[in-house]
């Protein structure tokens, strides 16, 4: 098996470091998928990565059909409206590689598609927008962790994605464990991304504040708690998993980035789907509903909802 047609669909911030790497492969046909007036925008201005423009090949899905392999980048909210598309664009042949954050985005796109297609995965990327574009260190990028859900664990699809992927520079490895996988690096977004988020600060916080410790701590609890009710054994991941790229203390995470930009952010993915998790098992997640609703609070501010000026003011009276 050789894989000799890509499909992306999502070119944020994940999705601009597979273009960085598959835009350099000659014999490999390669587009974005993608409609309307983002098709255009895409069309007229390439996307900016590490300051170099890159003009890929922009296919609607029905362009797209049949591909050897479709990589879901996207952002958690766009994805059930990218039902349509991912079904359009999947060929029977075709494998389906998501590099989405949280734990449930395999089994929204098998609500399309053949599950048999999809080959579970995960990425670790330190990646930041830059006015209009995109930029990381591909030295420092973890990268791609991808792998059958069972045995054979070697598969062929398995070995002729390694191998595409290696040919382009993008950092990438198979495991035997992938669901486990999946929940290490969903227990580093829950721990790491929300609670900084929520008082806006750099990762450093963690190392300079016992109390963010604390909540940190708190969210892993419960999430550690669920994954276990949910026989995912944690253990099996190898150390390095429960690591993210080595970056400053300034460095702020995707939530508090949305945050900063005025963007709703994936707190439903997070704190969200755990909670949703926790209430059907019977176990409380008291620190995640909190971060959950402080940080949709957050949202609602950038919204304007909070906005009184210009608004008849009224006695107020404290006691």
């Not at 395999?106 to 990646?127: H, N, R, T, W, Y």
């Not at 209009?132 to 994605?161: C, D, M, Y």
């Not at 609703?293 to 909802?305: P, T, Y």
Request: aromatic fraction near 6%.
């Amino acid at each position: 098996m050789e894989i000799k047609s890509v499909a992306l669909l999502g070119a944020g911030a994940v999705g601009s470091y597979i273009i960085w790497g598959l835009s350099k492969l000659p014999d490999i046909r390669f587009g974005i998928i993608a409609e309307g007036s983002r098709a255009a925008r895409l069309r007229d201005e390439g996307c900016s990565i590490n300051n170099v423009t890159y003009h890929p090949q922009v296919w609607s899905p029905q362009e797209a059909k049949g591909v050897d392999l479709l990589i879901v980048a996207l952002k958690y909210g766009a994805l059930p409206g990218a039902l349509a598309s991912i079904r359009e664009a999947v060929g029977p042949n075709t494998t389906v590689m998501s590099l989405m954050n949280g734990v449930d985005s395999e089994k929204i796109i098998a609500g399309a598609i053949d599950s048999k297609q999809i080959l579970p995965a995960l990425i670790k990327i330190a990646s930041r927008h830059d006015g209009n574009g995109v930029r990381f260190n591909p030295e420092k990028t973890i990268g791609i962790v991808f792998g059958e859900a069972q045995a054979p664990f070697e598969s062929e699809r398995v070995l002729a994605i390694e191998a595409l992927m290696r040919s382009a520079d993008i950092h990438i490895r198979h495991t035997d464990c992938i669901n486990e996988e999946i929940w290490c690096k969903f227990r580093l977004n829950v721990c790491n991304n929300l609670p900084q988020a929520v008082i806006g600060a750099g990762l450093g916080c963690y190392r300079d504040s016992e109390h963010m410790r604390a909540i940190k701590e708190g969210l892993r609890r419960e999430l550690e708690d669920i994954a276990a009710a949910k026989g995912i054994d944690m253990s099996k991941c190898p150390a390095s998993s429960g690591r993210g790229s080595a970056v400053p203390p300034s460095v702020r995470y995707s939530t508090l980035q949305d945050l900063d930009a005025g963007r709703h952010t994936e707190i439903d993915m997070f704190s969200g789907a755990l909670m949703a998790m926790g209430k059907e098992l019977g176990i409380p997640t008291p620190y995640n509903e909190y971060t959950y609703h402080i940080i949709k609070a957050l949202e609602e501010k950038n919204d304007g909802l909070f906005d009184y000026s210009g608004q008849n003011k009224e006695n107020t009276c404290a006691r």
